[in-house]
């Protein structure tokens, strides 16, 4: 997994960012790569940390279905502290305006796996030989093709 520095942060950009988190679930390593609105990846990142404490890592589906647990718990946040319980259409438009992706690369019983999590519909979905996220998105997609 690679990754550049560059990410958002709202209306910003920023060249500093460390964007690939190693995370273990059950003992074993996930690499999750953040693209996209910086803020909210960060905090699906933490969310999904979390998620891995609290669950066994018993099938091999169930890294990418705690990562979709935690996009959802985001949203279900970001309304929460925003207030926005009334306001269902501005909420989903903010997350609309505000994408970020999150890639999950990990082993299960010696075989790969790699997932894509948009952030807007906010389900995994498995890739196989590579896949590629965020704005140099298309670039990468390029190159290893």
Not at 45 to 69: C, G, H, I, M, N
Not at 122 to 131: C, K, P
Request: charged share 25%; with cysteine.
């Amino acid at each position: 997994m690679a990754c550049d520095s560059q990410t958002t942060a709202g209306s910003a950009k920023r060249t500093d960012s460390d964007k690939i988190s190693h995370l273990t679930f059950g003992g074993k390593d996930i690499i999750v790569a953040e693209a996209g609105d910086s803020t909210l990846s960060a905090r699906a990142v933490e969310l999904l940390q979390k998620q891995f404490s609290l669950l066994t890592f018993d099938d091999w589906r169930k890294p990418a279905d705690a990562a979709q647990d935690a996009v959802k718990i985001l949203k279900q946040e970001l309304i929460e502290v925003n207030n926005w319980k009334e306001c269902q259409d501005f909420a989903q438009e903010y997350h609309r305006e505000n994408p970020f992706s999150l890639m999950l690369a990990y082993f299960h019983n010696k075989a790969p796996y790699l997932y894509v999590l948009n952030s807007v519909p906010g389900f995994a979905t498995r890739e196989w030989l590579f896949a590629t996220i965020g704005c140099g998105g298309t670039v990468a997609e390029f190159i290893l093709s």
